[in-house]
């Protein structure tokens, strides 16, 4: 089964750039879009945005002007950076891949970014 | 963007009895290619979410015929027939019908 893996700085100082990468074990089908998840310590769910394959992409209004997500078919990983972090940007990173006409059926484990200096 | 509205946001249950979760959209979750993109979580203390439930009723594969899914339009339901021990841990609902994607506030299943 396709695992998915992320990584990347686990501290991030406030105004700076979050910067992670998710690896996808195997698999990358045209009908896959790869997306990024977030949740606040003890709180819900908000979805960040996706990437598809052909490279298009579609972001949360809420966070748009700071999100930029690509993709790298030969290393078989996307990745997320979020610029001008504050506090409120700490949470646990979910990377999920979503089956298109179905529906987010994999996910990461999940990386602890913290905004703090 | 279409709020998710989870009842009740916290429910203890007998082990073996059944459950109930509701989620009720904002706006239809009817999409224009016929389907409707309501799934079911679940998510245990330190676990990422794992999908139970997709398109309101089609269970995921691996998960046991005791979640069961419902609904149309803006209601929808998810039963537990008999909680089990490892059915604790938070469930969210979600929507994938309209952009931008949103969950429910979660629900805590805890047995009493």
């Known amino acids: 089964q396709v695992q998915l893996q992320e990584s990347g700085s686990g501290l991030v100082k406030p105004s700076e750039t979050l910067s992670l990468i998710c690896t996808v074990s195997?698999?990358?089908?045209?009908?896959?879009?790869w997306n990024w998840i977030r949740q606040p310590p003890g709180k819900g769910l908000e979805w960040i945005g996706y990437i598809h394959n052909s490279g298009s992409t579609n972001y949360n209004p809420s966070l748009k002007s700071r999100v930029t997500m690509s993709l790298d078919r030969s290393k078989k990983q996307f990745s997320l950076k979020l610029s001008s972090v504050t506090a409120a940007d700490t949470a646990v990173y979910y990377c999920?891949?979503?089956?298109?006409?179905?529906?987010?059926?994999?996910w990461g484990q999940g990386t602890m970014v913290t905004v703090s200096s | 963007d279409i709020v998710m509205t989870q009842t009740p946001l916290s429910s203890p249950v007998t082990l073996g009895q059944p459950a109930s979760i509701s989620c009720r959209s904002s706006q239809s979750l009817a999409h224009s290619d016929g389907n409707t993109y309501l799934s079911w979580l679940h998510q245990r203390p330190g676990q990422p979410p794992r999908v139970l439930i997709y398109?309101?009723?089609h269970r995921f594969s691996g998960v046991p015929d005791r979640f069961s899914g419902s609904g149309a339009g803006t209601d929808f339901t998810l039963i537990i027939s008999r909680v089990e021990a490892e059915d604790v841990g938070v469930y969210y609902c979600?929507?994938?019908?309209?952009?931008?994607?949103?969950f429910g506030q979660g629900t805590k299943l805890e047995i009493k």
């Open positions: 999920a891949r979503l089956v298109y006409a179905v529906a987010i059926d994999i």
């Open positions: 398109k309101i009723s």
């Open positions: 979600t929507q994938a019908s309209q952009l931008p994607y949103t």
């Open positions: 195997d698999d990358s089908s045209s009908s896959y879009y």
